[in-house]
């Protein structure tokens, strides 16, 4: 008879990850710390480093927490290369597309390679969801904020 192998993860190896997050988050903290934070209505340059280090640091210290009180694993299953591939093409289309071609063509173009990842996504959904998105970004982006973006083209 054989022995069935254990599945049990050392403490030291759960509690790795949210503790790595803590020591990041506190030195990203260490480095904004001179950096005036200013108010919410009058934000300075530090205040956002302070929020994000304090963010991760906060769920640094959960993820450790939740390992030390022994919760259950979630089980992620198997890497999702597809996925993978897709988003980060779609990232790398819209960085390319953005300063020649403008908002709109590199944002529909990015949301559409993206959409490839669900291998369930058939093109009327593709064109559907990419044009709703882009005339959201569009509205947002040039409309409601006013930023200098070119929007088709230089």
């Known amino acids: ?3 069935a192998q254990s599945t049990e993860v050392p403490l030291w190896r759960r509690v790795t990850g949210g503790a790595a997050l ?3 988050g506190a030195a990203m903290l260490a480095i904004s710390w001179s950096y005036p934070a200013g108010t919410v209505v009058q934000m300075g340059p ?3 480093p302070h929020l994000i280090s304090a963010g991760i640091m906060l769920f640094g210290a959960v993820i ?3 390992d030390l009180r022994g919760m259950e694993a979630f089980d992620a299953g198997p ?3 597809r996925a993978l591939g897709f988003v980060s093409a779609a990232i790398a289309i819209f960085v390319v597309l953005i300063e020649p071609a403008g908002l709109v063509p590199a944002m529909f173009c990015a949301v559409a390679v993206s959409m ?3 291998n369930r996504t058939r093109l009327p959904g593709i064109l559907i969801y990419s044009s709703a998105v882009t005339l959201a970004g569009w509205f947002l982006f040039i409309v409601a904020l006013g930023l200098p973006l070119s929007v088709f083209g230089r």
């Open 1 to 3: 008879m054989q022995k």
């Open 22 to 24: 803590v020591a990041f």
């Open 46 to 48: 530090g205040y956002m």
């Open 64 to 66: 450790v927490l939740a």
């Open 79 to 81: 890497m999702q290369f």
């Open 116 to 118: 490839l990842a669900d």
